[in-house]
């Protein structure tokens, strides 16, 4: 789901150890438990390093385009 202008969202903000804060814009609906948006953020973020190690690691993003046959060559 995408926010289109004029949608509302939510505006998180988390400060860490650290001291930083950070900011997180999320589409979730408005009846979302403050419970809810943390877990939300935090599992998109176990899901986007997943997806840049394995970029990382096997370089799908080379890839991209081959066929199965070319695929299997490089293995």
Sequence with gaps: MQCMPGDEVWLVGERR???????YVSNLPGDAT?????ATI???WVCEQAHQQLKQELGPDHLEGRSWVGFTDML
């Design 17 to 23: 150890s650290s001291g930083e804060p950070e900011y």
């Design 34 to 38: 403050l419970k809810t948006l943390p």
């Design 42 to 44: 935090k599992a998109r």
